[in-house]
């Protein structure tokens, strides 16, 4: 059964109709350019989403501490690292870019914070 | 009473404040930026999502690494800040402007200035704007506040959430309530189409099963103390079906209808707006009726993407330079928002050197044109493979574009 898509590279939001071939691999129509294919293959084979949050901050008086995945994350694990990010305690001073979760649930993709709070 | 004498002040420290001090600033000019909040980088700081600075600084960031980014490049440009600093008031001195501040920690601030640029931002519509019948329980929010209590103090506002609107704020607070812990029942939209990016369609409805009720009107809150459901009827053929309407139970609605430009303290200046932007009237450098007061980013028009708020922002803060140095303007030609253009911002260009416009659409089209034409001549003609009314779109115009313009010349901008 065919799969529907929006792909969203560029404005035009082309409307992806997409078929999982039994040879493996798939099969892509209704994209106007090339880059249609490519995300409508990451999307179904490998989809990712940059996980942002904020953790409560420690003293507990002080603004919650802004973060994400230095990188796309694995569209299935979100969930999983949403619901460990918010539970996270983060001392301060903490500075943007400093890493918070070195490795996340395994993926070799780490967590940083993007706000400075001393 | 504290008194201080700059060239320029800038009311607000967003994004826009801070690239037009910038500016100011390179230009040689001592520059003041006055802020209410305690800290610079005003709205970015509560989206913590991704998507920004494409442009500004080729990376995609967070909004607060976007604001803490342009921080440090105010920082380094040696002009100055004070926070926790509300304008109230703006006094014209002669050739001087009289700036009225009020601050806990330094009670009334004095400041004078040669010029002023507006960054003041906008504010969230609310339910009395709309006017959504029905009783009126505790439960309602604007999805902006949400998205600060949620973001910043750690505070869900329920578990059963509906969304009033599909503009980007309500669309990203759909996922963020989501993220935290909470069902999103719906997001309702009047119109036929979305009027957020497709991109949050996708990544903040569909990612989580969460309905899109396009072409749905809503009749009614419900509730004792606290919100127990939210009507809604579809709209077919441009009636309301109100025999179809339906209920959704929830605790909790999130209002997304719309942003207002923060313009109190520029009526009182003076400072005239323009009705379809609800932001001043400027000229082609970005300059209002009152001289030597210029308007940049969400003040000027609500603008959907950070970087464009810096790069308008950029240009108001360095044509506000060359006016304190008394380099006028050449001429200006009006320009007009032409067959489904909704406004253009500034609405005058100066033919003599480059300009650059944004503009808002107002429809949902495939394959349009967008035509530049100077008395009802074309004389510039581009495709767009798609437009719609929720993203901005930029033209820029070459003197050249603008050669043979007389005194009356009009310069009118269509979309077909
Ligand atoms: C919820 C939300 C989500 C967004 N998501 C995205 C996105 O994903 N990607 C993207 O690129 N853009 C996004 N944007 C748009 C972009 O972030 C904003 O348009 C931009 O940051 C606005 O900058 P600004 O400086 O004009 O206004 P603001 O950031 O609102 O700054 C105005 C400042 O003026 C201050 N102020 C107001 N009145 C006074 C006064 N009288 N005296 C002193 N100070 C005053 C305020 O305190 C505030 O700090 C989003 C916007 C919102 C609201």
Redesign the pocket.
């Known amino acids: 059964m065919a799969e529907q898509l929006i792909c969203i590279t560029c404005p035009l939001g082309c409307r992806l109709e997409v078929e999982r071939l039994p040879a493996g691999g798939l099969s892509v129509s209704g994209n106007r350019c090339t880059r249609g294919a490519r995300y409508a293959e990451e999307e179904l084979l490998a989809p990712k989403r940059v996980v942002t949050a904020t953790c409560r901050a420690l003293p507990e008086d002080r603004c919650r501490v802004p973060v994400r995945t230095a990188a796309p994350f694995p569209k299935e694990k979100a969930g999983d690292l949403i619901r460990l990010l918010y539970s996270l305690e983060v001392r301060l001073p903490v500075r943007r870019g400093d890493v918070l979760v070195p490795d996340a649930l395994g993926t070799g993709i780490p967590v940083i914070a993007t706000r400075t709070l001393d | 009473m504290r008194e201080l004498s700059y060239d320029a002040a800038v009311?607000?420290?967003?994004?826009?404040?801070m690239a037009a001090a910038l500016e100011i600033r390179a230009a040689g000019l001592s520059c003041v930026i006055?802020?209410?909040?305690d800290h610079l980088?005003?709205?970015?700081l509560?989206?913590v999502?991704n998507?920004?600075g494409l442009i500004e600084f080729d990376e995609e960031l967070s909004?607060p690494e976007f604001a803490e980014r342009m921080e440090e490049r105010f920082r380094a440009s040696g002009a100055d800040a004070y926070l926790g600093?509300?304008?109230?008031d703006v006094e014209d001195a002669g050739d001087r402007k009289v700036l009225f501040?009020y601050s806990a920690e330094h009670g009334i601030l004095r400041v004078s200035v040669r010029a002023v640029v507006l960054?003041?931002?906008?504010r969230e519509r609310n339910r009395g704007n709309i006017r959504i019948p029905g009783a009126r329980p505790a439960g309602v929010y604007t999805?902006?506040l949400a998205?600060r209590l949620v973001n910043m103090e750690g505070y869900l506002p329920g578990k059963d959430a509906v969304i009033i609107g599909s503009g980007?704020?309500g669309l990203?607070m759909a996922r963020r309530m989501s993220w935290a812990g909470a069902k999103v029942h719906g997001v309702v939209e009047i119109l036929p189409y979305p009027s957020g990016l497709t991109r949050n369609i996708v990544q903040c409805l569909h990612d989580f099963d969460i309905p899109l009720y396009l072409s749905h009107l809503t009749t009614g809150i419900f509730g004792g103390d606290r919100v127990e459901s939210v009507e809604i009827a579809p709209i077919e053929d441009g009636a309301v079906r109100f025999e179809k309407a339906f209920r959704i139970p929830c605790d909790t609605v999130l209002l997304s209808v719309g942003?207002v430009p923060?313009n109190e303290?520029s009526k009182k200046m003076g400072v005239e707006l323009n009705p379809m932007t609800n932001g001043p009237w400027t000229d082609s450098r970005m300059m209002t009726n009152v001289p030597g007061i210029f308007a940049?980013?969400?003040?000027l028009h609500?603008?959907?993407?950070?970087?464009y708020?810096a790069e308008e922002?950029r240009r108001a803060g360095a044509a506000c330079a060359r006016w304190i140095r008394g380099e006028g303007p050449g001429r200006e030609l009006r320009v007009k928002a032409g067959p489904n253009v909704r406004y253009t911002a500034p609405c005058r260009v100066g033919p003599e050197s480059p300009n650059k416009l944004y503009l808002r659409t107002l429809i949902v089209k495939n394959d349009a044109v967008l035509e530049v034409r100077l008395d009802n001549r074309v004389v510039q003609s581009r495709k767009k493979a798609h437009i719609q009314p929720s993203e901005m779109i930029s033209v820029t115009l070459d003197p050249k574009d603008l050669a043979g313009a007389g005194p009356d010349s009009v310069l009118e901008i269509a979309i077909l």
């Open positions: 009311i607000g420290g967003g994004a826009a404040g006055l802020e209410r909040e980088g005003g709205i970015l509560q989206c999502h998507g920004f909004g600093v509300t304008v109230m501040g960054a003041m931002g906008c999805a902006g998205q980007d704020i990203i942003l923060e303290l940049a980013g969400n003040v609500v603008h959907d993407l950070v970087d708020v922002a």
